[in-house]
């Protein structure tokens, strides 16, 4: 029996901003546990998010040099499930209606998928278009924190990451090996970095 890789990744981005998605706590990495929280990050009733919009350019702009189409309608959604470090008990994400999709990114692979009847060294360079499913705006989680030194068993919950705004980029299954899938990674890296 023979196999066949097919790869699909979803990466999350976490856009430069310097407050998070719905509110305005810092997003500062490295401050006191639970010090960038507020009522809108952490749900609490009677509270009303309103949208970062620089998160939306941000987003748009990485979007656009993914080749991705932008919708003229957009919406967000509530990703309904519990864990511990999300106090809202849902997540505002994009579903049905991401603000873009069907994209591409070109990758550069510095030989062909293996093939037992070409040498390692004979195998040529190539490139190669992979598909993006869609790329959208979502907010991310908090952080757990465990420590299992010396017996305990203790969790601590730091909600500071609770809001900060993340891009989404899924990926068609297009891969097919590791080495794909790592110039893929690579070329998402640099061209996010690239447009800031």
Known sequence: MTYRIIIGLEVHVQLLTKTKLFCGCATTFGLPPNSATCPICCGLPGTLPVMNGRAFELALQAAVALNCKIAAFTKWDRKNYY????????????????????????????????????????????????????????????KMLHDEAAGKSDSLVDLNRTGTPLLEIVSKPDLDTPEEAKAYLEELRLLLREIG
């Open 83 to 142: 864990y511990p470090d999300l106090p809202k008990n849902y997540q505002i994400s994009q579903y049905d209606l991401p603000f873009s999709s069907e994209g591409w990114l070109e990758i550069e692979c510095g030989r062909h998928a293996p093939r037992d009847d070409v040498p390692h060294a004979e195998r040529e360079a190539y490139t190669k278009k992979i598909g993006i499913i869609r790329a959208h705006l979502e907010e991310d989680a908090g």
